[in-house]
C-alpha cells in the first residue's frame, strides 16, 4: 500500500461482501432511488424492504440470506444500492487505518488490486459516508 493511496478495484463476479453476515444501512435519498430503481412508492418499498427505527433505516434480511437484492449475477440495484455499498471499502474506519484496511482484503479482493486510489479521494468517500450516517460517525 503506498502512502499517497489505497489500490482497489472490484472483482467482477464477486459477491463476498454481499453475503458478508451484517446490515445495510439507508439513507432517505437511497431509500427513494432504490424505490424509484425498481418502479415501486417509497412507501411500498419500504414496506417490503426497510426495517425503520427513529434514527436509522435497514433493509430487511430475508430468511436464511443476507440481502433481498443478492442474486447469482450480483445486486438487483446496482445503479441504486444504498450508500454504504457503493462506497465499501472506503468507509472512514477503513481509510483511517492502513492495517484494518489490509485485514478487510482476507474478505475483499479486490482491496490491493487495480489502479491506485488518491488519498484525497480515499478521504472525500470516507466523509460521503460519515455525512450519509450520522449516527455512527458522531456527525
Ligand atoms: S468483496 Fe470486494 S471485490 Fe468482492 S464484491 Fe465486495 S467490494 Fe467487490
Ligand atoms: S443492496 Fe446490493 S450491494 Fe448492497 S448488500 Fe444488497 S446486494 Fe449487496
Known amino acids: 500500500m503506498s502512502e499517497a493511496g489505497l489500490r482497489f478495484a472490484c472483482q467482477p463476479g464477486c459477491i463476498r461482501c454481499c453475503d458478508t453476515r451484517g446490515f445495510v444501512y439507508l439513507t432517505e435519498q437511497d431509500l427513494a432511488r432504490a424505490a424509484?430503481?425498481?418502479?415501486?412508492?417509497?412507501?411500498?418499498?419500504?414496506?417490503r424492504y426497510i426495517y425503520r427505527t427513529r434514527r436509522l433505516l435497514r433493509l430487511r434480511k430475508p430468511s436464511?440470506?443476507?440481502?433481498?437484492?443478492?442474486?447469482?449475477?450480483?445486486?438487483?440495484?446496482?445503479?441504486?444500492?444504498?450508500?454504504?455499498?457503493?462506497?465499501?471499502p472506503f468507509w472512514p474506519e477503513l481509510v483511517a487505518d492502513r492495517t484494518l484496511w489490509h485485514d478487510t482484503?482476507?474478505?475483499?479482493?479486490?482491496?490491493?488490486?487495480g489502479a491506485l486510489v488518491q488519498i484525497g479521494t480515499a478521504i472525500e468517500m470516507a466523509s460521503e459516508m460519515e455525512h450519509a450516517y450520522p449516527s455512527f460517525y458522531g456527525q
Open 36 to 47: 424509484a430503481h425498481l418502479n415501486l412508492t417509497p412507501e411500498d418499498f419500504e414496506a
Open 64 to 88: 436464511g440470506r443476507q440481502c433481498h437484492f443478492l442474486e447469482a449475477g450480483g445486486c438487483r440495484i446496482h445503479p441504486a444500492k444504498p450508500t454504504q455499498c457503493r462506497l465499501f
Open 105 to 113: 482484503g482476507r474478505r475483499c479482493p479486490g482491496i490491493g488490486q
